[in-house]
């Protein structure tokens, strides 16, 4: 137990190392009311023409996707931000690759599972391709060269790579200038420690971003994750130098990460940023709530107001360090409590707890005489002024838009790895 507590309380302490401060005043290069969208999309098996029938069969049944059937989600998108571009004030530019089994196929497979191949469909996986979305179809802009997969890690390109990511960034905002940049990383989800896609930890996403940062000086206006787990405080203090909001879910997403074809609209008729983060949430949102499948939530993040987290949470982490010195087994047994009485995500298996939800249990063990309400009151505060926009399903009534790591005992063998990522500074 003791071992637990030591190393559940470094990660929360780590939580609360504050960094430097570094200014975002940069201007994005401005091409009148032009906005850029850049996608980096990581296959999943979920784009295979044998899974796509049974993905979207709910929804198809259900008459919410009638001409979603054949798509895998990835596809899918691509096919309604084709229907949806207005080419005159819209870059949407994507960089596809995959590192999964099977994800290979052929026109008649395709075909078979009655989709449209030519225009909308990403028929090889193994190979790390940029493409525009046009009024056409897919354009190939560039052919980066084979994914690095089955433990070939030689003349290949690593996707899950800060330099990949960052390369891509970089090319997008230089070749496509805008007044406003969007990025959108869409594939499957960890959370804190397991990250994003096929393997890309919050190192590497810092990385990706800062070689961006340093070559075009451009902010982005929406970070978004287009994935399961990834609102976490964590993740959206590492990028909060390179965008203004954060969007994403503290839980599992399910068929349409997002309904990206309304967001295309919404931008092809200059809606604001405030105004396209209202639909990115509302649709993904109202779709999850008609299917009914499982608990929802998605959340609209303040970049520069989450950073004062950071000193918020290393001032609770430094009081309960003190009081584990004076009382070890008083002190773990309040914190332990107040995470079995949180919300956490992803069915318990990534030690992902709602933030507020915590500050509240916290507040209410009170019977080991134990007293972080005026810590906790500030951390409410800052969640409060960070949280922009919160939907969530009445099956989560106690997420509040941002989620937090605390290991259990399931993911101690990650301890060594994630001590790193959980340090927001």
């Known amino acids: 137990m003791k071992k637990y507590l030591l190393i559940l309380f470094a990660l929360f302490i780590a939580a609360g190392c504050s960094n430097n401060d570094s200014s975002n005043s940069g201007t994005n290069p401005a091409t009148s009311g032009k906005t850029t969208v850049l996608m980096y999309i990581v296959g999943t098996t979920f784009e295979h023409p044998d899974n796509t029938t049974r993905f979207f069969k709910d929804a198809y049944d259900e008459g919410i996707k009638q001409d979603a059937l054949g798509y895998g989600p990835a596809n899918y998108m691509i096919k309604e931000m084709i229907e949806n571009l207005n080419p005159e004030n819209t870059n949407i530019v994507i960089q596809t690759g995959s590192t999964d089994a099977y994800m290979k196929w052929t026109d008649e497979?395709?075909?078979?599972?009655?989709?449209?191949?030519?225009?909308?469909?990403i028929k090889d996986w193994y190979q790390a391709n940029r493409w525009q979305i046009t009024k056409e179809g897919l354009k190939p802009l560039e052919e980066k060269g084979d994914v690095c997969r089955d433990g070939?890690?030689?003349n290949c390109v690593n996707i899950a790579s800060g330099e990949t990511i960052g390369n891509f960034l970089t090319y997008g905002v230089e070749n496509y200038p805008a007044d406003r940049y969007i990025v959108i990383f869409f594939s499957h989800g960890?959370?804190?420690?397991?990250?994003?896609g096929s393997g890309t930890t919050l190192p590497e996403m810092k990385k990706a971003f800062s070689i961006a940062k340093t070559a075009t000086n451009a902010e982005f206006d929406i970070i978004g994750f287009a994935a399961c787990l990834m609102g976490n405080a964590e993740w959206m203090h590492g990028l909060s130098d390179y965008g203004k909001y954060y969007?994403?879910?503290?839980?599992?997403?399910?068929?349409?990460?997002?309904l990206l074809g309304d967001i295309t609209k919404d931008i092809a008729q200059n809606?604001?940023?405030?105004q396209l983060l209202e639909t990115i949430t509302s649709t993904y949102y109202q779709y999850s709530a008609k299917n009914g499948k499982q608990a929802t939530n998605i959340s609209a993040v303040d970049l520069k107001q989450v950073k004062a987290l950071s000193g918020a949470l290393g001032e609770l982490s430094k009081k309960i360090a003190e009081d584990y010195q004076t009382n070890q087994a008083k002190t773990f047994n309040n914190f332990y409590v107040a995470l079995s009485r949180s919300n956490n995500y992803g069915e318990g298996g990534y030690g992902l707890y709602d933030l507020q939800s915590v500050i509240n249990s916290l507040n209410d063990t009170t019977w080991y005489g134990l007293d972080y309400s005026s810590y906790n009151q500030n951390i409410t505060d800052i969640i409060s002024n960070s949280v922009k926009i919160n939907k969530t399903s009445p099956f989560l009534s106690e997420?509040?838009?941002?989620?937090f790591y605390a290991p259990n005992f399931e993911q101690m063998p990650y301890f060594q790895d994630c001590m790193h990522l959980t340090d927001l500074g």
């Open 247 to 258: 969007v994403a879910s503290e839980e599992t997403e399910i068929e349409f990460p997002w």
């Open 190 to 196: 960890g959370g804190s420690i397991l990250g994003f």
């Open 109 to 121: 497979e395709i075909l078979a599972k009655g989709a449209e191949p030519e225009k909308f469909y």
């Open 152 to 154: 070939n890690n030689t």
């Open 271 to 274: 809606k604001t940023t405030e």
């Open 399 to 403: 997420s509040y838009g941002i989620s």
